[in-house]
Nanobody, 122 residues
Framework: QVQLVESGGGLAQAGGSLRLSCAGS????????MGWFRQNPGKEREFVAA????????YVAVSVKGRFTVSRDNSKRMVYLQMNSLKPEDSAVYFC???????????????WGQGTQVTVSS
C-alpha cells in the first residue's frame, strides 16, 4: 500500500511559480511510476505529468510543456512538480498518483493523494 501526501499549493500570480511536493510512503515507493493530475469542479481529472521510477524518463502534457517539470528524489521518497509561467487556467486541485508501470499511459493509477489547491490570479 502506497500513501501519498501533496503539499505546496497556494495562491500565485500569473507568470509566477510554485513547486508542489508529494511525499510517498509504503513499500516499493521508489519502484513506482508517479504522476501528477489536476481537476476543477465539474470537470474531468486531467493528466499533467509523469515520471519513471528512476526519474530518467518524464512525460508531460502538451498544455504544460515547457512550463512544468516533474522530478523525484527516491532517497527522500519525494516527487515534485515545478510550475513556472503560471496561467489562470492552471488553477485546479493537483493530485499525485502512483502505479507499478506504464509511464506512457495516463490511466491505471492505483494510489492517489488527497490533492492540493493551486490558484493563479490574473
Amino acid at each position: 500500500q502506497v500513501q501519498l501526501v501533496e503539499s505546496g499549493g497556494g495562491l500565485a500570480q500569473a507568470g509566477g511559480s510554485l513547486r508542489l511536493s508529494c511525499a510517498g510512503s509504503g513499500p516499493n515507493f521508489s519502484s513506482y511510476v508517479m504522476g501528477w493530475f489536476r481537476q476543477n469542479p465539474g470537470k474531468e481529472r486531467e493528466f499533467v505529468a509523469a515520471i519513471s521510477w528512476s526519474g530518467g524518463m518524464t512525460y508531460v502534457a502538451v498544455s504544460v510543456k515547457g512550463r512544468f517539470t516533474v522530478s523525484r528524489d527516491n532517497s527522500k521518497r519525494m516527487v515534485y512538480l515545478q510550475m513556472n509561467s503560471l496561467k489562470p487556467e492552471d488553477s485546479a486541485v493537483y493530485f499525485c498518483a502512483a502505479k507499478p508501470e506504464g509511464l506512457q499511459s495516463q490511466t491505471d493509477y492505483n494510489y492517489w493523494g488527497q490533492g492540493t489547491q493551486v490558484t493563479v490570479s490574473s
